[in-house]
Each structure stands twice: as C-alpha cells, then as structure tokens.
C-alpha cells in the first residue's frame, strides 16, 4: 500500500524522455528511426507531446508516428519543430509506437554538420494523467486537495482495472494451456492405441506367414517322399 500511495504521488514528477534521431536521406534504410511502445487498454485517453529542437531551415524534417500493433493509426505529424502534441483515445487492447525520423534535405544537406541530429523530449501521458486537471479544477471550483484526490482515485480505479485485465488474460492463458494439454493426452492416447493395433497386425501377420511357410515345407517334404516310395 505504501509503495502504491508513493507511485500515485510521485508521479507527476516523472520527467519526460530525452534522446536524439539521427538524420538520413529519403530512401535510406531507416536505421535512425526511434520508436518507443507502450501499453495502453481500450478506450483510454492518450495525450503524446513532443519537445523537438532545431529550426525549419536546418535542412532536417522530423516526422512523427503514432500507431499500435494491430494496425490503428492515430496521428501522423510532420516537419515538426518545438512542441507538438497529439491526443487520442485508443480503439484496442494492444502497445502503440510512437516513431520519429529525421529525414535529410538533399537541398539543403547538413549545413557542414557531420552526422545531423535533432533532440527530441517525448512525454506521454495515459489515463488519468492525460486529463487537464487544471481545467477540471476551475470548472468544478475544486480545492488543490480535492483535485489531488480526484486525480489519486482515477489512477486508483486504472490500476484496479488493469489488474482485473490481467488477471482475465492469465485465466484464458490457463484455459488455452489446460485444452492443450488435454488435446496432447488424447492424442498420446490416440498414438499408443494405433502403435498397439499396429503391433497386434504385424504379430498376426507373421505368426500367418511363418505358419504358411512351415505348411509349405511340410508339404514339399511329403510329396518328395511319395516319389520315393513310387521310384
């Protein structure tokens, strides 16, 4: 309990990620791209902001792309320079990306600069910390404790209902692991019963066989010693 109550509040002071997207020219492996994923549940609030430094006329267009992992796009800015922010809510259980690449003018190339970067502070806010509580406050007319709480038992409820997802998904996991195991055993089954039939018909087959040549010996025996007794 204490180490939740100390994550709530220590929340807001999470700074924002800081990295740097190497630029290359059009056409080019994309190796410079930078893509951060994280996981978000259905119908919840996804506020991206973006810090990216640099000028329009450095000769480097950062583009960015937000989409998830089966398929949904939801934005795509581009040539972006100083803040840029993209809000949206997510359709789908499932990790969404959000990638930046820095494109390379051949007009205006590197300005003599080796290796061009741009940096980029990327800040993603999900859920109850994506929701302007500075607006809610005024609206509300709520005190700075009251919004604070308001703001805690969101988070509260989101950590609530994430526990409840994954504990739904280590159920079904359990069921899928409980039918494959038994679809093995039957087939196990399945398997001994047909090594078995097979092991039965080839003891028939060769006692049969192994009886027909004795038969045969037998009776050649007998008719060589009729042409004996005949001689």
């Known amino acids: 309990m204490r180490l939740?109550?100390?994550?709530?509040?220590s929340s807001p002071l999470?700074?924002?990620?800081?990295?740097?997207?190497?630029?290359?020219y059009v056409g080019q492996a994309k190796k410079s791209e930078r893509c951060i994923r994280n996981f978000v549940a259905k119908d919840t609030l996804v506020v991206v902001t973006a810090k990216v430094g640099g000028t329009k006329d450095d000769g480097q267009m950062v583009n960015m792309h937000i989409k998830d992992?089966?398929?949904?796009?939801?934005?795509?800015?581009?040539?972006?320079?100083?803040?840029?922010?993209?809000?949206?809510?997510?359709v789908a259980d499932s990790a969404f990306d959000v990638c930046f690449e820095n494109i390379l003018s051949p007009i205006h190339g590197s300005n003599g600069?080796?290796?061009?970067?741009?940096?980029?502070?990327?800040?993603?806010?999900?859920g109850a910390d994506a929701r302007d509580w500075s607006?809610?406050?005024?609206?509300?007319?709520?005190?700075?404790?009251?919004?604070?709480?308001?703001?805690?038992?969101?988070?509260?409820?989101?950590?609530?209902?994430?526990?409840?997802?994954?504990?739904?998904?280590?159920?079904?996991?359990?069921?899928?692991?409980?039918?494959?195991?038994e679809r093995v055993k039957w087939f196990a089954f399945a398997t001994i019963?047909?090594?078995?039939?097979?092991?039965?018909?080839?003891?028939?087959?060769?006692?049969a066989y192994f009886r027909s040549v004795i038969l045969s010996a037998?009776?050649?025996?007998?008719?060589?010693?009729?042409?004996i007794a005949e001689d």
């Open 4 to 9: 939740l109550l100390f994550l709530l509040l």
């Open 14 to 24: 999470i700074s924002a990620l800081k990295f740097d997207v190497h630029a290359h």
């Open 69 to 90: 992992a089966v398929g949904n796009e939801y934005a795509r800015p581009r040539d972006i320079v100083g803040e840029q922010r993209s809000a949206f809510t997510s």
């Open 113 to 126: 600069a080796n290796n061009p970067t741009r940096h980029v502070e990327l800040d993603i806010d999900i």
């Open 135 to 181: 607006a809610i406050q005024a609206a509300e007319k709520l005190k700075p404790t009251e919004t604070e709480l308001r703001r805690m038992e969101e988070l509260v409820a989101e950590i609530v209902n994430e526990m409840e997802y994954l504990r739904t998904r280590e159920q079904k996991l359990r069921d899928t692991n409980e039918s494959t195991n």
């Open 193 to 207: 019963g047909v090594l078995v039939g097979l092991g039965t018909w080839q003891v028939i087959y060769l006692r």
């Open 218 to 227: 037998r009776l050649g025996g007998y008719k060589n010693s009729f042409q």
